[in-house]
């Protein structure tokens, strides 16, 4: 069996307990159009201030709510917004509902960071980790080869 798949499901399993599979679950709602205004409460890490951001929440023809910024960029859940916008700097946080972005929420308030890097460190051990493998398996596979047939791998396949 090729090493090829199997190194590819570590790779998914490795990134998926890193975080790369966090959700980015789209919320729902019911008026497709409808827009809603909120201001977000931030956290500079540069500042000893708070500050404000206005973002518009906006339900979708497919029912799910948009993150748009002040900028005019749209997102299509927290985690989106988290590591794409260019308003916020890593070290910034930003207080939002639990359930960010749903609209008409009820749910408590918590402090998130307000950016968040592309890759965590995790994921970036993890690609490395797979990277190292993808280079010692064809390494480890070859040595063994020729320890089996130390006159040469070429003869192995000569006829007598």
Known sequence: ????????????????????????????CDEPGATY?????????????WDESVVFLVCTEERTVAIVDENGDDYTSLEDFQRNNELFEEGDKMIVTADFPTIHSEADFETVPAK?????????????????????????????????????????FKEE
């Open 116 to 156: 968040t890097p592309l890759f965590t460190t995790w994921q970036i051990i993890a690609l490395a980790a797979a990277g190292l493998a993808v280079i010692a398996l064809p390494v480890f596979l070859i040595s063994r080869l020729r320890r089996a047939n130390p006159t040469g791998i070429g003869d192995a």
């Open 1 to 28: 069996m090729p090493a090829f798949p199997n190194a590819a499901a570590a790779l998914l399993a490795l990134s998926f307990l890193a975080g790369c599979g966090a959700s980015g679950e789209a919320t729902s």
């Open 37 to 49: 205004s909120q201001i977000l409460l931030i956290d500079l890490a540069d500042s000893e201030e």
